[in-house]
């Protein structure tokens, strides 16, 4: 595909449910990150992947938010035990990192509903 | 903690008229970048300048970069109501394999 796609595109779910997000990026390239954005904020930054590094976590906001990659493919980003608060737009971005600054392209997110 | 930070937080002009925004960062950068995202979904990348650089332009977009007072601003020229969106700023520290950091954004309003 041409650019980065994420499914599904919106997740209604009621509280104390798991929910897992898929990122597709774009081939070929070494770096992805997730962000959540709430209803008229900005982006909060949840994890960084690039290439076999160790993946950087800070972002995640509590132990229920994991995510995995592999290799330089999907990524999935998992929520356990939602809560109402986890509700927000999350999106995924990936980069080519190759000396270059990053240029990032961003999917189209995914809409959680925690009900 | 946020590295960038944009303001004004809001802005609601006539088209016609130019925008700027502006943004402000903490630590040293390696670059700093613009997007633009128009509902909410998604960003797009509209311009980069390097620490190096003081000023760069795309088409009605002008970007400057101050790093002795660590801002940058992004000015639209001639706006349109095409141009409504919020626009954010994104910086990366001084290695090109650090996170890309972005601000809480500018919501630009242009009235026809």
């Known amino acids: 595909g041409a650019g980065v796609s994420q499914s599904p595109s919106n997740k209604v779910t009621e509280k104390g449910k798991d929910v897992e997000l898929r990122c597709d990026p774009i081939?070929?390239?070494?770096?992805l990150y997730w962000y959540r954005q709430r209803l008229g904020q900005g982006l909060e930054f949840l994890i960084y992947f690039q290439g076999n590094s160790a993946p950087d976590k800070s972002g995640l906001p509590s132990d229920r938010f994991s995510a995995e990659r592999t290799g330089e493919s999907v990524s999935t980003l998992t929520i356990q035990r939602t809560q109402q608060e986890d509700s927000a737009v999350y999106l995924c971005?990936?980069?080519?990192?190759?000396?270059?600054?990053?240029?990032?392209?961003f999917g189209p997110g995914t809409r959680l509903t925690v009900l | 903690s946020q590295q960038g930070e944009e303001d004004p937080q809001a802005l609601s002009i006539q088209e016609g008229e130019n925008a700027t925004m502006n943004c402000s960062y903490k630590?040293?950068?390696?670059?700093l970048q613009w997007y633009r995202q128009n509902s909410g979904r998604g960003l797009v990348h509209l311009i980069l300048i390097r620490s190096n650089e003081r000023e760069k332009h795309s088409g009605r977009l002008r970007v400057t970069l101050d790093t002795s007072k660590k801002s940058s601003s992004l000015l639209i020229t001639a706006s349109r109501a095409a141009d409504t969106a919020s626009y954010f700023c994104?910086?990366?520290?001084?290695?090109?394999?650090?996170?890309?950091?972005f601000g809480p954004g500018t919501s630009l309003s242009v009235i026809p």
């Open positions: 081939s070929g390239h070494t770096a």
């Open positions: 630590t040293s950068i390696n670059n």
């Open positions: 971005a990936s980069s080519q990192t190759s000396g270059d600054p990053d240029t990032q392209y």
């Open positions: 994104a910086t990366q520290r001084k290695t090109s394999y650090d996170k890309v950091i």
